[in-house]
């Protein structure tokens, strides 16, 4: 594949990861459109670059509209979700609808309008609690919320219209992912951006548990690395990749850090871990480097000093 995109759809474009696709596809001179019902992402998010891009306010669920968004395209980047696992524990038909259904529209919309490629946002809870670590992208799965089995199922239906209907598709198993633009105002957000908005507001976190827990936080452009390469690389069509560092932070040194650059040294509050909550995870990458070329830029402090910074400044 030509590693130099012409037109794309984004879905899910003004979320928080989707966002930072676009900036990255607008800066690469991509004819960008984004589909959003901006049921979670906002259109501040893509306010900056709102006259470059061509946007559709709507759902996935939408065949019509996903047909008209993704006329011409040569790959469409798949971000939309419903991305809280607890809202799918508690919503577990309307989040299928969703994100099974929503993924399959996708995939048919792009089959039918004969884009070349689909890159598919998947997830590390795929894996579930399984202690082997690092999680490999080959190690049996443990979906143990309608998000994972969701997850699972876009995996799944990736495969088959990658095989059966020779629409090329690439699935992204996300870790951790943090930066700026994630959304801190749920109990259930990532915990980076909960902390940041303690650490911002000079309280203490509330941290689940012993705090040893680990886990492998991306940064988002690493993410959007990764999302390109997975776009553009030949090797990739029909297979799933692991997109992580292969590090791990426990969340005690994660708060830490933040408590650092907060320049306060704040003592967290300690609560019951979460039921369910895994303790380890952390990421092989290494089919991710050999196929897609992918090597994380972010060292996490990098990463994390940029979003406090975000964080402090919004
Ligand atoms: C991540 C994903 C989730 C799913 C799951 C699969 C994010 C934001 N979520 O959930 O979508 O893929 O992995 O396993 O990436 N914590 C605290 N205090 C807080 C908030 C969290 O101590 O205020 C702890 C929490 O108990 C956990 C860790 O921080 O041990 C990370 O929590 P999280 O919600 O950011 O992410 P995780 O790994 O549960």
Not at 88 to 107: E, K, Y
Not at 147 to 169: F, S, W
Not at 286 to 296: D, H, R, T, V, Y
């Amino acid at each position: 594949m030509n590693s130099r995109l012409s037109k794309v759809l984004v879905t899910g474009g003004a979320g928080f990861i989707g966002s930072h696709l676009v900036d990255a596809l607008v800066a690469g001179g991509c004819d960008v459109v984004v589909l959003d019902d901006l049921s979670s992402g906002s259109l501040s998010n893509l306010e900056h670059v709102k006259d470059k891009i061509t946007f559709y306010k709507g759902t996935i669920q939408d065949q019509k509209i996903l047909m008209k968004a993704s006329e011409n395209c040569e790959v469409i980047f798949h971000q939309a979700a419903m991305v809280s696992v607890t809202k799918t524990v508690n919503n577990p038909v309307d989040s299928a609808f969703i994100n099974d259904l929503g993924t399959l529209f996708v995939l048919e919309s792009a089959r039918q309008n004969k884009v070349k490629r689909v890159v598919l946002a998947s997830s590390s809870a795929v894996y579930g609690d399984d202690p082997l670590l690092p999680k490999h992208e080959n190690m049996p799965l443990k979906p143990m919320s309608p998000y994972a089995v969701q997850k699972l199922t876009g995996e799944l239906y990736a495969r088959i219209y990658n095989d059966l209907y020779g629409l090329e598709t690439v699935c992204l198993r996300y870790f951790n992912v943090y930066g700026p633009r994630q959304d801190p105002s749920s109990p259930y957000s990532g915990v980076i951006s909960i902390f940041m908005t303690r650490a911002v507001s000079k309280k203490p976190p509330v941290i689940c548990g012993d705090g040893k827990q680990y886990r492998d936080f991306v940064f988002v452009k690493d993410v959007v690395k990764a999302n390109l390469l997975a776009a553009t690389e030949d090797d990739a069509a029909g297979r799933i990749f692991n997109i992580g560092t292969g590090k791990h932070v426990s969340i005690n040194s994660l708060w830490d850090m933040i408590s650092l650059f907060s320049g306060l040294k704040i003592e967290p509050e300690y609560s019951p871990p979460r039921p369910g909550d895994i303790t380890e995870s952390v990421a092989s990458i290494e089919q991710a480097k050999s196929a897609l070329g992918f090597e994380p830029d972010y060292l996490f402090e990098k990463g994390l000093k940029i979003t406090f910074k975000w964080y402090k400044d919004s």
